[in-house]
């Protein structure tokens, strides 16, 4: 999609169709709704009195002009409550008028900034969100349709703005926005791949790909270099199927830069659960177990762009988990490359292991603090549901800096605790740990788990596995992979740039 800001007129500029907005409630519009209204002879107000249009949250209501304005057609979008619409508001309606639209077979769409007159919104922050929801809800999986493919799309727009001393600050807004926003989709197209399509080895050269385009540093380390290493966790999760395992790691050095934080997201291409073998309803959802892996690739690619004072790696373990004649069974003491030994108890634990050696490897290679980000744990969606990503850690100035990051991004995130005396699930008679408690506090005992391996260094977890895929289309949104992650990790960056 292709992004403008033009100073102008609303009502003046010429486009397929105009976005204007509406808070719930409001009887008379007024700002550039109301200006729209006058041009129209009062004929949004006349909607609003009759009860067509109450501005009720991602209400849309589509009004042809005939050539009364610029635009052909006005979107009137409802903004919902004005005392609880925020960031994150901003980026569903904008994504639910872009899919309106795309419908009505829209190409060229203008719109006004929402949120940033009575919402209150700081205008830099909301012509962000506009530009990120605009680009997000354009995304439409269907690249292995071959009829029935929806080819429409909204391919520019034009965001407007009467009072020029605004325009250099939404032109920021934006340009960051969109950044954002295309890593997001092509985390998204990651996550999507079947599995037949997105292998540890495909999912390395992807990886490759997008170090090549935007100036990262990568190494990618064979199953030859990780046995070397002692990457003994990592091997084991990989060792059922025929598909190698990969480590990715990815560099983004900024000059003159001190200080360097480590992103760790798992990179499971298919996970049975091996042994411990998975029941087969929704085992099809298992592709999107590297949504975090995908996650950390495109936060990568989204920093190369943005270029914060601040060096960040990216790790990836590849793997995928699978109950072959080679694969690691309940019982086993695997040796991590920490030298810790962990016995586990099921083989469904298994992004954990992976974890634990790609932890251990990113404060080797220097990383200050880490964040990692996993589709770890059922609990965690049977605690929030599909909406929030469960986060918890062992800082409290990063843990802070990571939900500030993650509003700012229009992410939203829940803070769990991390017990000491949860700690006790994971005691093992024969080994340093188990890979599991019980199935009492899963998220956090997974979180518990991966502590273990950040020691001292100041680390949080993000556990998306409610938030990296919807399994339904949503007005702002296409069904599959979100790319959540993305938008946070690449937030913090920023925030925590020298």
């Known amino acids: 999609m292709e992004i403008r ?6 009502t003046e500029v010429p486009s397929d169709a105009l ?3 509406l808070f719930e409630g409001v009887t008379a519009p007024g700002g550039a709704t109301g200006a729209v209204d006058r041009a129209l002879e009062g004929l949004i107000g006349e909607l609003i009195e009759s009860g067509e249009v109450k501005g009720n949250l991602n209400e ?3 009004i042809h002009t005939h050539a009364e304005i610029g635009p052909k057609r006005v979107l009137v979008i409802g903004l919902g409550k004005a005392e609880e619409f ?4 901003v980026r569903k309606v904008a994504g639910t008028a872009v899919r309106s639209l795309r419908k009505k077979g829209v190409r060229e769409a203008t719109s006004i900034v929402h949120g940033a007159g009575i919402g209150g919104l700081a205008i830099e922050d909301a012509a962000r969100a506009l530009v990120q929801g605009s680009i997000v809800g354009s995304y439409q999986p269907d690249q292995y349709k071959t009829s029935d493919k929806d080819s429409a799309a909204v391919e520019k727009l034009t965001i407007v703005e009467r009072d020029g001393d605004k325009i250099p600050a939404i032109q920021a807004g934006a340009g960051t926005g969109a950044v954002v926003a295309n890593a997001i989709n092509d985390a998204r197209t990651l996550g999507n791949e079947p599995s037949n399509n997105m292998t540890p080895s495909i999912l390395a050269e992807r990886a490759r790909e997008v170090a090549n385009r935007f100036g990262l540093e990568i190494e990618v380390l064979d199953e030859a270099r990780m046995r070397d290493l002692g990457m003994n966790a990592l091997l084991s999760v990989a060792q059922g199927s025929a598909q190698p395992p990969r480590l990715i790691v990815l560099k983004y050095k900024s000059p003159g830069a001190n200080r360097t934080i480590g992103f760790v997201g798992k990179g499971l291409t298919f996970d049975s659960g091996g042994i411990s073998i998975k029941a087969h309803e929704g085992m099809e959802y298992m592709k999107f177990d590297m949504c975090g892996g995908a996650a950390v690739i495109q936060a990568l690619r989204a920093v190369a762009e943005l270029k914060p004072r601040i060096n960040v790696l990216g790790l990836v373990p590849a793997s995928e988990n699978m109950p072959g004649s080679a694969a690691y069974k309940p019982g086993d003491v695997i040796k991590c490359l920490s030298g810790k030994t962990v016995e586990i108890i099921t083989t469904d634990a298994e992004g954990r292991m992976m974890l634990a050696d790609a932890i251990t490897y990113a404060k080797r290679l220097g990383a200050q603090s880490l964040v990692d980000v996993a589709t770890l744990t059922g609990s965690c969606v049977i605690a929030l549901g599909n909406d929030y990503t469960g986060v918890m850690g062992s800082d409290r100035e990063l843990l802070r800096a990571l939900q500030e990051s993650a509003s700012s991004a229009g992410e939203k995130v829940w803070e769990f605790p991390l017990p000491p005396e949860y700690k006790d ?17 899963g998220a956090i005992t997974g979180g518990l788990f991966l502590r273990e391996f950040a020691e001292d260094t100041p680390w949080v977890h993000m ?6 895929y919807a ?3 949503e007005p702002y949104r296409a069904a599959g992979a979100t790319g959540v992650g993305v938008g946070t990790l690449a937030s913090l960056a920023m925030r925590l740039a020298e």
């Open 5 to 10: 800001v033009i100073q102008g007129s609303i």
């Open 19 to 21: 976005i204007v907005n």
């Open 60 to 62: 849309v209501t589509l």
């Open 86 to 89: 925020d960031l994150f508001g």
């Open 425 to 441: 699930q994971l005691k093992s008679e024969i080994a340093d740990l188990k890979n599991v408690g019980t199935k009492y506090g």
């Open 463 to 468: 556990d998306i596995a409610g938030t990296a």
């Open 471 to 473: 399994e339904k289309e």
